[in-house]
């Protein structure tokens, strides 16, 4: 049985030097992220975005894009957003002024990458601004220019890893705490009524504090993009039980106690968030797919496209970013 200090090993080697992992905010199952929003580095970023933050378009044509965060860290680093970057540069955005990155980064790029994909600032094309964010589990919204330095010192977003709400990989679970009650299985761990409690708790209250974040930037955006995952967790934080329900996602947690309901920002303010792909554009993308791979099974497709190929996640699909391409001329319009 892995122990927490194995745990925060592995974490160590998700981190991209200069950044270095603060081992305080590792956070491996659903009771650890619960203890999270209490963790004080946590709280200083979720107090600065519900009281302090002012987003940087006011008065201007902008559209805020929510990015799903990352195993790797810093995020830009990751070969999602390496992807999700690469392809809005080959449409056209440019950052507006310069990166505040470490120029050490530069080394860890794909061989192929533009290191404008590193670069932090708001992008633009023509008259839209582009404002990416994060959505994050602990840290909830992050503003793109804040994920290499915050208050001037280095981020916590590029120092912590957070893998602990992610059940279907079998390891979200701590076996060394005393309220642990995962059970073994075939492949790894299931939770039991702990974390499942935990878990329906905690994506309760980061949906109330991305509700709350989302509600103080108000009408700075004429839209409000998350391309994230069909299937994972983002996803469940944005949508509303209809749209869950549509998507196949849960909508509830069972546990001794009864099925614990799970919330999402569009049940709270219907309409205020667009999730792409949606269930129609992720079935153009799986023809598209089928098209491109003539010789594959359905099967195959679909096993395809829930790892983008590449074992990571369909965000990184040419045919998904596509997807993404066509929200942004649509946005362009307005």
């Not at 309901?261 to 269930?279: A, C, H, S």
């Amino acid at each position: 049985m892995m122990s927490r200090s194995d745990r925060v090993t592995e974490a160590y080697e998700k981190i991209v030097p200069p950044f270095t992992l603060d081992k305080t905010l590792t956070f491996f199952c659903p009771q650890e992220n619960l203890e999270a929003l209490d963790h004080p580095r946590v709280r200083a970023l979720h107090e600065f975005m519900l009281t302090e933050y002012e987003p940087p378009v006011r008065g201007k044509k902008a559209v805020m894009l929510m990015l799903p965060c990352t195993k790797v860290k810093p995020y830009s680093l990751s070969s999602e957003h390496q992807a999700i970057n690469g392809y809005l540069l080959s449409q056209g955005f440019r950052p507006v002024e310069g990166a505040d990155y470490p120029p050490e980064l530069e080394t860890a790029l794909a061989p192929d990458a533009d290191p404008l994909v590193l670069n932090n600032q708001l992008w633009a094309r023509d008259d839209l601004l582009l404002h990416r964010f994060v959505v994050s589990e602990p840290m909830v919204l992050v503003p793109y220019e804040i994920i290499y330095t915050f208050n001037g010192k280095p981020s916590l977003t590029a120092q912590y890893d957070d893998p602990g709400l992610f059940e279907h990989r079998g390891t979200a679970v701590c076996p060394w705490r005393s309220d642990f009650t995962g059970i073994e299985s075939s492949r790894g761990y299931r939770w039991g009524d702990n974390e499942k409690a935990a878990y329906v708790e905690m994506h309760n209250r980061l949906v109330r504090l991305l509700v709350a974040m989302l509600d103080r930037l108000g009408d700075a955006y004429v839209a409000r993009l998350a391309y994230v995952s069909p299937k994972l967790t983002h996803r469940s934080f944005m949508t509303s039980v209809e749209e869950k329900r549509r998507a196949g996602l849960a909508l509830s947690r069972r546990t001794s106690k009864g099925m614990l309901r799970l919330e999402g920002v569009n049940d709270l303010r219907p309409g205020l968030v667009r999730t792409i792909p949606d269930e129609s554009e992720s079935e153009t993308v799986l023809e598209r797919l089928a098209k491109r791979f003539p010789q594959r099974t359905p099967r195959q497709i679909k096993g395809y496209f829930a790892t983008g190929g590449g074992g990571v996640t369909p965000l990184i699909l040419p045919e998904t970013l596509d997807v993404l391409g066509q929200h942004l001329d649509e946005t362009q319009r307005f």
